[in-house]
């Protein structure tokens, strides 16, 4: 019993209220006061129960809002903060060097005598390594000026001859690429790079700046659809979506209301996988994740089923149009997300949570051996048979005793928690069933973050075509960077290169396209 002041707080653990119940039940009150202090206990459970969904659906918007990681709270003394080893620092392997500068000794040479020693010979060792960090604007501007020359007699002018590329387009590729990536790879919208632009003295309009993406857009077309086809024949699919927000397309949702049409915007992220190549792929539009996907499966030629990872949505799920009870692919679920739901209720519902997230805990720990131990999806499946799928029916087991014995509340949040676990139990199980099946939909939700990043910083697309142009150069940008590839570089050579990337656009992706450029003639620089 607690103290507060005057007042002192009766504590009771789930555990102890059962046992009251019964207790009073056998005594020999009479049945009013029986059934005034039963009524009285059970109101006090319904309120302890309100009080504690109210606090955890709390934290739940707190976590969304704050992007807080999903992690149990640990004891001091479990919580051993250890420095990473130069933290905040780089090394040269990480720089690229826009200008490498050599500085030869100009007293000294290779195999001369020491003049220190008077008896040892000089030899070559590594040279020291300076960095050094030059600011300049983002995108710079040259001038060219070629001579001219007037004749005195007949009055014409001649004009000095220039590189080819000079004469072309006033933005080079590298300028075109460069405010695709910042704009569609990192958030920055047009106007915010126009007024940076004009303050550093090289002024580049917002109207200019989408004028140079939709050049480029152009030029990389081939490569993208390729990669759709591609995309469409992987084995393994991450699938997410999220709000978005086109202007053009708000305009008529009066009218869509009224005609009882959908009238929601979504961006869907898409991420396919096939040994070891990723391909990223963004949708914006009305389409629903299902809806988007099933569009790009009907570019598949393989005619086995793909596995699809996503959360529990109906509507992230493909239907087959010539059997709308089939799936065009093996649903798997996300093993996060019914973790999450725990994670949710943990604070208010410590004691009923903890062991279920725990648990969870132990399937990632052999799904972290399985990595380290480098095991093909074979070996995967075995061990986590072996390992896991106890784990697994234990969670079942213990879910199905919190809701027949009604421990729980079912329409509580942490009925939901327990009823969701239990009614996908499929989905949730599949790495038991199915080689390279994944546990969860990192992959898809990582994706979306960029998008997300994106919608944050620019808040909306003007128009449709608007919207295209920037699912087709963040799909490139995000897949060359799955490939470990500069996505500046990638998209300068695509543009440098357009028509050998039109003719074979499969030879120009972003794992193969420095092969590529071995074969083909020196490019247009710039």
Excluded at 121 to 127: A, K, S, W
Excluded at 357 to 363: A, F, P
């Amino acid at each position: 019993m607690a103290k507060t002041g005057k007042i002192e707080i009766l504590e009771l653990s789930s555990e102890e209220i059962p046992e009251l119940i019964k207790a009073v039940q056998e005594n020999t009150l009479s049945d009013k006061f029986k059934e005034i202090i039963l009524t009285l206990i059970k109101q006090m459970v319904d309120i302890k129960r309100t009080s504690k969904e109210k606090a955890a659906a709390l934290k739940r918007i707190k976590r969304m809002l704050k992007h807080s990681t999903e992690k149990l709270d640990k004891t001091k003394e479990e919580k051993k903060y250890e420095p990473k080893k130069n933290h905040g620092r780089n090394g040269v392997e990480d720089y690229k060097f826009s200008n490498v500068v050599n500085y030869p000794d100009e007293e000294r040479k290779v195999g001369e005598v020491c003049s220190s020693c008077a008896h040892g010979t000089l030899q070559q060792m590594e040279p020291r390594k300076i960095i050094r960090l030059v600011g300049q604007p983002i995108i710079t501007a040259e001038l060219h000026r070629p001579e001219r020359l007037r004749c005195s007699g007949c009055g014409e002018v001649f004009t000095a001859q220039m590189p080819e590329e000079v004469g072309g387009e006033k933005a080079t590729a590298s300028a075109n690429a460069m405010v695709a990536v910042l704009r569609y790879g990192m958030g920055v919208p047009h106007y915010r790079l126009a007024s940076m632009q004009s303050a550093l003295g090289v002024p580049i309009p917002a109207s200019t700046q989408y004028e140079m993406v939709e050049m480029l857009w152009t030029h990389v077309m081939p490569v993208y659809k390729e990669l759709l086809h591609q995309a469409a024949n992987s084995p393994l699919f991450f699938i997410d979506d999220t709000k978005a927000t086109i202007l053009s397309m708000i305009k008529g949702n009066e009218q869509r209301k009224a005609d009882g049409e959908r009238c929601g915007i979504f961006t869907t992220g898409i991420v396919a996988q096939d040994a070891g190549r990723t391909i990223r792929l963004f949708f914006t539009g009305r389409n629903h994740a299902g809806e988007n996907i099933a569009e790009l499966l009907s570019l598949r030629t393989d005619e086995s089923k793909p596995m699809q990872m996503c959360d529990a949505l109906s509507r992230n799920a493909p239907k087959d149009p010539k059997n709308p009870k089939d799936h065009l692919v093996r649903l798997l679920l996300c093993l996060v997300h019914a973790r999450r739901n725990f994670f949710d209720c943990y604070e208010a519902f410590t004691d009923e949570t903890t062991y279920v997230i725990e648990q969870i805990g132990l399937v990632y720990k052999n799904e972290k051996h399985t990595k380290e131990n480098q095991m093909d999806p074979v070996q995967r499946l075995e061990y986590h048979k072996k390992h896991s799928e106890k784990i697994m029916n234990d969670i079942k087991a213990y879910s199905e005793e919190k809701i027949a014995t009604k421990a729980v509340e079912p329409n509580s949040i942490l009925g939901a928690a327990f009823a969701y676990f239990l009614k996908f139990w499929v989905g949730l199980t599949q790495f038991l069933r199915i080689p390279g099946a994944p546990l969860d939909n990192n992959a898809g939700e990582r994706l979306l973050k960029t998008m997300v990043t994106h919608r944050k910083n620019s808040l909306f697309f003007k128009t449709e075509n608007g919207a295209m142009v920037g699912d087709v150069l963040m799909s490139l940008i995000q897949t060359a960077i799955a490939a470990n590839i500069s996505p500046f570089e990638y998209l300068t050579v695509l543009q440098n290169n357009s028509q050998h990337v039109a003719k074979n656009p499969q030879l120009w992706l972003p794992w193969n396209f420095h092969n590529m450029l071995k074969s083909v003639a020196p490019p247009k620089t710039g």
